[in-house]
């Protein structure tokens, strides 16, 4: 497997946040959103898993999953560093955290990231056991759409 993802330790806010910065600046820019208090507020709270996304050795991205109500689930960040994206690292990442809960999932698609917008629209298509996908109107201003599926679980793909 070239993908890996391990959880965000708290003691690692620090790393977590000097990568926040730049993903900011990506997918909301001119947005004044603090990295160092993001980062606090996302390992701190209870609703939230936070993945670290390997290559071999390397720390490649991460991803923030938002565990709601009634068994769902919300794709709410996701990031894979410029030098390792368009080499199907970020798809398989992607399949990895989705499969590792199965169930309802929505995400919403930043409208200052273009290759996000087509990335996810080729992304979900491929994902194994992905279902009733439904491309929808976006949860916030910084949104161009959303997108809501079903994940099979591992008896059901």
Known sequence: MMVSLSLILRREQTIFASVLAPYFNEVAPGTAIDPVKRSEQML???????????????RI????????PDDRRELSEFL????YRR???GREAASLIL??????????????SPQAAGFWGTCLSLVP?????QTGAPFTDHQIK??????????NA
């Open 44 to 58: 701190n709270r209870r609703d939230v898993t936070a993945f670290w996304i390997h290559h071999e050795q390397a």
């Open 87 to 89: 080499q199907g690292l």
């Open 146 to 155: 959303s997108y809501t599926f079903d994940i099979a679980g591992p008896d």
């Open 61 to 68: 991205g991460f991803a923030l999953v938002l565990n709601l």
């Open 129 to 133: 056991g992905l279902s009733a996908l």
């Open 99 to 112: 499969q590792e809960f199965p169930g309802r999932w929505r995400m919403g698609i930043s409208k200052d």
């Open 80 to 83: 894979i560093v410029p030098q």
